[in-house]
């Protein structure tokens, strides 16, 4: 299998706190994630979800680079995704999607019980944007803050209304386990860098194909935000990379434009491809995200006086 850790930066170490674990959703499924603990008491907890290709294993920098600055991370992958083997690329509907997330969220509080309640952040990155914002809509109460990573709310391949009607009939006879292709999934589209295109091509955990009702599960949580993406509320971050050639940052910028229940800000960088990640220096963009968690946790990260809460402008990339 192809070393993972092959495009990492030189210097970054592996946490020992970088933990691999299982727990059953309601209706069995072993659902698989990777988590990095700070040293100490946690700030906050962030539940993370990935892209439609993509898996935790993709965001180890920055997600150690988070645990070092005080936040516990949780990358979920998703059912039929990353390490999660069994249905391969398949969703029942996008009710058990939302169900899994909302049910790891009981699990952690669960078993984290017995220690000090911090803050919950749900972090959603490319696709996962779009399933952590219906989360958001579906059960704002259950969280404190959104963070939306160039989200997949809107991409520049939206289905037409025959394509709709084709995944409802195909679903009807019988053929919602038919596997199709995912569109945009060339590794020019996510980033720049040799290295990582060449980490995408490799990866065996990567995601090409999903079932007929996985994209039935797709348009529906595109027709629940249009509906109850205003329900969405408490502080709520979008960062958007300029150069993105998957995501509709015009329609992603007016989406949060209309969460007029929600504190939000916008952070973009001008030159970046898709995938903030695998940037040659992902650090801005980064922390700037620690900012923001800090300033929603009233954690301090640093020795620096951290701005007032999500105060920051938005970053234009140098």
């Known amino acids: 299998m192809f ?3 092959l495009p990492l930066r030189a210097g970054v170490r592996q946490l020992p706190e970088m933990t691999t674990t299982v727990y059953r959703a309601s209706d069995g ?3 698989q994630h990777r988590c990095w603990r700070p040293a100490g008491q946690p700030l906050a907890r962030i539940i993370a979800l990935h892209g439609i290709q993509s898996h935790g294993g993709w965001y180890q920098y920055s997600s150690q680079q988070l645990a070092d600055a005080g936040y516990e991370v949780h990358f979920l992958d998703r059912r039929g995704s990353g390490l999660n083997s069994r249905d ?3 969703a029942i509907h996008e009710e058990r999607l939302i169900a899994d997330v909302r049910q790891f969220l009981n699990h952690l509080r669960w078993s984290c019980r017995h220690e000090p309640q911090v803050p919950v952040i749900l972090m959603g990155v490319s696709w996962g944007g779009k399933l952590a914002a219906a989360c958001a809509a579906t059960f704002p109460d259950q969280i404190d803050g959104l963070a939306l990573l160039y989200p997949g ?7 037409s209304f025959w394509q709709r009607f084709r995944l409802e009939w195909a679903s009807a006879i019988g053929w919602e386990r038919v596997p199709v292709p995912i569109p945009l999934n060339e590794p020019e589209l996510f980033t720049d860098s040799p290295a990582w295109r060449e ?6 955990l990567a995601l090409h ?7 039935r599960s797709n348009v529906r949580l595109s027709q629940l935000l249009e509906a109850r993406g205003p329900e969405i509320r408490g502080p709520v971050l979008m960062m958007l990379a300029g150069r993105d050639q998957i995501i509709n940052n015009a329609s992603n910028r ?3 434009g209309r969460l007029t229940r929600a504190q939000t800000r916008l952070a973009e960088y001008d030159r970046a491809c898709h995938t903030l990640e695998f940037e040659d220096d992902p650090n801005p963009f980064i922390q700037d995200l620690i900012l923001w968690l800090d300033g929603v946790t009233g954690g301090n990260s640093s020795e620096q006086p951290v701005p007032a809460p999500v105060s920051f402008p938005p970053r234009k990339a140098s």
Do not use: K
């Not at 194909?209 to 994209?215: I, P, Q, S």
């Open 3 to 5: 070393d993972p850790s």
């Open 29 to 31: 499924y072993p659902l």
């Open 199 to 204: 980490y995408i091509r490799r990866d065996e």
């Open 209 to 215: 194909r999903v079932t007929v009702n996985f994209l």
């Open 153 to 159: 709310i809107y991409s520049r391949l939206r289905p």
């Open 88 to 90: 391969r690329g398949h």
């Open 254 to 256: 007016a989406f949060l």
